[in-house]
C-alpha cells in the first residue's frame, strides 16, 4: 500500500468523525490503477522543472520591468526575488526529502498547518498550472506573427493552438520515464541556447566599443545606457518611476518602487522552479534525488536569470519606445487593442509583423530581439524569435504535467472526486490529465477574434496572478510547522542527525524570510493602484486573492476543520513507507553504484591506453 492511499484514509475518516458521522463507506481501492511509478531520475526532475521556469517571463517579460526599472534596478529586483525563491525551494526540498509523497503543496498544508488550507494551496495551484497552459500556447501563437509571410498564409490562430495543445497532451500521454526523457532532452537544449544568446548578447556589445577601448581590458563592457552622463536619460535607474505618461516619482521613493515593481513582476519569470519537488511520487529514489536537484535547479536558473538581465541591461535603452509600458490605463483598451489584428513594422533593418492584444505581447517588445534588430542582426533575430517559440510550447508542456499531479494528489488525499485517481497501466493519471487538458482549450476564447471572448479570458488569466505566490506562502508556513513539530518527535530522525536526508540552511528563519516577503508581494503585487486608483486593476490584483479566500473558507466550513496541534501533526505516513522503500532498494542501488564506478574506471584505463 502506497503512502498516499494510507494518507487518503486518514484524511477521510479524519474529515468524517470531525463532522460527527460517517461518510457511510470507507474509501476504497476499487480502480485496478491508481498509483504512481517510481521511475524518474535525478537528471529527468532537473530537466521538467528547467523547461517549466525558461519560458517568455525571461524572453517577453523581462522588457517590461527593464522599462520602469532600468538595468541595475532590474538586477536587484531579480536577487531579491531570487532570494525569496531559494527560502521556498530549500523549505520545500527538506519536507519533500524526509516524506517523498505526491502532491506535497497541499499534503503538508493539510498535515501541518489546516486541512482547509491545503486544499486551498492544492486547488488553487492545480487551476493556475491549468491556465497557464492555453496562455503558454496564445504567448507561442503571438510570436509566430513576427514573420512577415504569416498573414499571407491565411493561418487561422486557432490552428496553431489545436497544433500546440494537442503536441503536448501527446507527450503528457507517455509513461513518465519516456516523459522525463524527453523532458530531459528539452531542457537541454533550453540550458545550451540560453547560455549561447547570453554570450551573443555580451558579443554585440563587445562590437559597440571604441577600437581603443578594447586595449584597456582583458574583456570590456560597454556601460553606455548605464551613464547618465552620456544622455540624462540613461543611468543604472530610469529618471523617475512612471505611474503614468505624466505622473512620475523620483528620488530614493521612485527607485524603491521601481525595484519593488520588478520584484513582483519577475514572480512569473521564476514560477515553476517548484516543479521540482511536485515529482516526489515519480521520483526514483526520492531522498537521494530531490535535495541535489533542489539545490542545483535553483542555481542554474538564478545565475543565468542574473547573467540574463545584465545582458539586457547592457544592450537595450531602458526608454525605449518599442518596450511594453508597465501601466497601462483601462480605458485606452479598445476593441481594436483585443482582437486578432496583425501589422507590418519596420524596426532598424528589419521588417516584421506585430499584432496588439490585450495582456500579451508579442517578439516586438522582448529586449532581446530589440537590441539584435538595432545592431542590424535580422536573421539572428529570426531564429531566435523560433527559439521563444519552442520555449513557450515546451513551459506549457511542464505546466501540463504539473498540473495533473496535482489534481491526482488531491484525489488521493482525498479533497477532490476519487475518479481522478485512476491511472493507466503505465502510471499516468489519465483521468486528471485529461480534466486539466480541458482547461487549456480555454485558449480557444482568445484565439477567436473576438473582443468578448478575448477580455473573458484575461479575467480568467488574472486569476492566476497572485495564486502562485500565495502557494509559496504556504510552504514556507508548512515548514514553520513542520520545523517546530520534528522537535516535538524524538522518535523520528532530527535535522542534526547524520541521517537526516536533507538539512536546508539558517532555519527557520529561512523559511520566515519566505513567508514574509511571499505575503508582501501578495498584498502589494500592484503598487499603482495605491498611487492612481482605477477600479478594474483593483478587481484584477486581487481577485486571486479572493479565489484563495473562498476556496479556504468554504473547505472548512463544509469539513469543520481546526489548525493541526504540533504534538499532533502526521510526520509518519509517507515517511515509515519510504524507510521500507529505501531499505528494499538499497541492494540494487548499491549494486548500480558499483556498476557505474566499474565504468568510470574502466573509461579511465581506455582514456590511458589512447
Known sequence: MTAESDYSRSVWRKSGRVLGRPWGRDFDDSEPYSDLHRTLRRRHIQMIAVCGVLGNGLFIGIGKTLASAGPLGLLIGFALTGAIVYSVLVSFGEMVALIPIAGGISAFGSRFVDDALGFALGFCYWFSLAIAV???????????????????????????????????????????????????????????????????????????LPSEAGKTTIFPVNFTYWDSGVDPDYGPFRPAFYVTATHKISGA?????????????????????????????????????????????????????????????????????????????WKTFSSRDVSWSYSTASVGNCNVGTVTWLGF??????????????????????????????????????????????LYALAVQGKFFRVFRRC??????????????????????????????????????????????????????????????????????????????????????????????????????????????????????????????????????????????????DLDLGRREMDQYEAETAVERERNEKRVSRKSVWRFIKMLMV
Open 134 to 208: 492555453p496562455t503558454q500556447v496564445i504567448s507561442a501563437s503571438i510570436l509566430l506573427t513576427y514573420f512577415q509571410p504569416f498573414n499571407p498564409w491565411n493561418i487561422d490562430p486557432a490552428v496553431l493552438g489545436v497544433s500546440f495543445l494537442f503536441v503536448i497532451i501527446l507527450i503528457n500521454s507517455f509513461k513518465v520515464r519516456v516523459y522525463g526523457e524527453i523532458e530531459y532532452a528539452f531542457g537541454y537544449i533550453k540550458l545550451v541556447l540560453v547560455f549561447g544568446l547570453i554570450v551573443f548578447m555580451f558579443v554585440v556589445n563587445r562590437s559597440r
Open 424 to 569: 493507466t497501466r503505465d502510471g499516468v493519471p489519465y483521468v486528471a490529465l485529461i480534466f486539466t487538458f480541458t482547461i487549456g482549450m480555454s485558449a480557444f476564447l482568445a484565439l477567436f477574434p473576438n473582443s468578448n471572448a478575448i477580455k473573458i479570458y484575461y479575467w480568467i488569466r488574472r486569476l492566476t496572478s497572485v495564486p502562485g505566490t500565495l502557494v509559496w506562502a504556504g510552504i514556507c508556513l508548512s515548514y514553520i510547522r513542520f520545523y517546530h513539530g520534528l522537535r516535538l518527535r524524538t522518535d523520528i530522525v532530527q535535522r542534526d542527525a547524520p541521517s537526516y536526508p536533507y538539512r536546508s540552511p539558517f532555519q527557520p528563519y529561512t523559511a520566515y524570510f519566505g513567508l514574509v516577503g511571499c505575503l508582501l508581494m501578495v498584498v502589494f503585487n500592484d503598487m499603482t493602484i495605491f498611487i492612481q486608483f482605477e477600479w478594474q486593476y483593483l478587481f484584477s490584483s486581487y481577485v486571486s486573492l479572493v479565489f484563495f479566500l473562498l476556496c479556504f473558507l468554504s473547505y472548512k466550513y463544509w469539513r469543520q476543520t481546526k489548525i493541526v496541534p504540533l504534538e499532533h501533526m
Open 253 to 329: 521613493t521612485g527607485r524603491l518602487l521601481m525595484i519593488w515593481t520588478v520584484v513582483t513582476q519577475s514572480v512569473y519569470s521564476f514560477s515553476g522552479t517548484e516543479l521540482v519537488a511536485l515529482t516526489a511520487g515519480e521520483a526514483k529514489h526520492p531522498r537521494r534525488s530531490l535535495p541535489s536537484a533542489t539545490k542545483q535547479i535553483f542555481w542554474r536558473i538564478f545565475i543565468l536569470y542574473m547573467l540574463s538581465a545584465f545582458a539586457v541591461g547592457l544592450n537595450m535603452y531602458a526608454g525605449n519606445s518599442s518596450l511594453p509600458s508597465f501601466y497601462t490605463p
Open 361 to 406: 505581447s508579442g517578439a516586438t517588445a522582448s529586449p532581446w530581439i530589440i537590441a539584435l534588430q538595432e545592431a542590424g542582426l535580422c536573421v539572428g533575430a529570426a531564429v531566435v524569435v523560433c527559439w521563444f517559440v519552442f520555449c513557450a510550447w515546451s513551459a506549457g508542456n511542464s505546466y501540463l504535467y504539473a498540473s495533473s499531479r496535482t
